[in-house]
C-alpha cells in the first residue's frame, strides 16, 4: 500500500479509507488488519475462490491472493475499479467488477470465501447484504467480515468492575443473529487494532505490532479492538435441517 503509484494516489481527492493516501502513515492499522485476515483464512478448508466485496482499490488482495485461484475484486466505484487494476496488474487469475452488495452480480453458488471490510457499517440493509452474500457462496463456504468497534472499553473499565464482567458493544448481538439466521456458523472472532492509542504509539511499530499479533485471539471476547474480524462458515442444507429441528422441537401432548 505504502509503494503505490503517487500520480494515480493524486488523482483521489476523498480521504477516506478506500483513497490510498488515507493510508499513508497507518502502516500498524493495515499490518493488524492484515496479519488479521491471515489467520483467519489458515482457517478456512476450502480455498479455490473468493470474492472481495467493496474491495476499493485493493489494499488487502496482496495479502489473500497467494491462497486462491480465481478471485474477484468487486465495487461500486468505477474510478477505485481503475486504481485496483494498476495496483494489482501483476495479480493472477483476478477479475475487476463493478457491483453493490445489496444486489451482487454474481451467481449463486459461485464461491468459496467473500470477504468484506470496512463495509459492512456503511450498508443500511445490512440483512440483505448477508443473504446475498450466503446466496453467492457455495455450500459450506465462509464470510470473512469486519464491522468497526465503537465501544470505548477503556472508558468502560470503571463500569466493568462493578459488573464483574466484561461488555460487549451493543449490536454484538445483533451482527452475529443476522449470520446466523442465513444459516452461519461462527468459527471465529478477533479483536483488531487493539494498540491504537496515542498513548503507545511512540512505541516501535515492530513492538506493537509482536503485541497485537498476541491479543487479538484474546481480546476477542470482549471486543477490545477498534475493528472486529468474523470468520463464519454457511451450513449445508442438510446441518441446517439438524439445526433447526434441535430448536424447534414438536410439542409432545
Do not use: C
Not at 12 to 37: C, I, M, S, V, Y
Not at 132 to 155: A, H, P, W, Y
Amino acid at each position: 500500500v505504502l509503494m503505490y503509484n503517487q500520480a494515480i494516489m493524486s488523482q483521489t481527492q476523498h480521504e477516506t479509507h478506500d483513497n490510498p493516501a488515507w493510508w499513508e502513515g497507518r502502516e500498524f492499522e493495515h499490518k493488524a488488519e492484515a496479519h488479521a485476515l491471515t489467520q483467519l483464512l489458515n482457517l478456512v478448508t476450502r480455498r479455490k475462490s473468493i470474492v472481495d466485496i467493496g474491495g476499493g482499490f485493493g489494499r488487502l488482495t496482496p495479502v489473500y491472493a497467494p491462497y486462491f485461484s480465481k478471485l474477484l475484486l468487486l465495487d461500486p466505484s468505477e474510478k477505485l475499479l481503475f486504481f485496483a487494476q494498476d495496483y494489482l496488474k501483476n495479480v493472477r487469475g483476478i477479475e475487476f467488477k463493478k457491483g453493490k452488495a445489496e444486489k451482487l452480480p454474481v451467481a449463486s453458488n459461485t464461491y468459496d470465501v467473500a470477504l468484506l471490510v470496512r463495509v459492512f457499517d456503511q450498508f443500511e440493509d445490512q440483512k440483505e447484504v448477508i443473504r446475498e452474500v450466503s446466496r453467492i457462496l457455495n455450500e459450506e463456504g465462509f464470510i470473512i467480515l469486519q464491522v468497526e468497534n465503537g465501544f470505548d472499553f477503556l472508558k468502560s473499565i470503571k463500569g466493568i468492575a462493578k459488573r464483574g464482567k466484561g461488555i460487549s458493544p451493543s449490536d454484538q448481538g445483533g451482527i452475529l443473529d443476522i449470520l446466523k439466521r442465513q444459516r452461519f456458523s461462527i468459527l471465529e472472532i478477533l479483536s483488531v487494532s487493539n494498540l491504537d492509542f496515542f498513548l503507545l504509539r511512540n512505541l516501535p511499530l515492530s513492538t506493537r505490532l509482536a503485541l497485537e499479533e498476541k491479543l487479538q485471539k484474546l481480546l476477542a471476547s470482549i471486543w477490545f479492538g477498534k475493528s472486529i474480524f468474523i470468520l463464519a462458515q454457511k451450513r449445508s442444507e442438510e446441518a441446517e435441517k439438524i439445526v433447526s429441528e434441535n430448536i424447534i422441537k414438536p410439542l409432545r401432548l
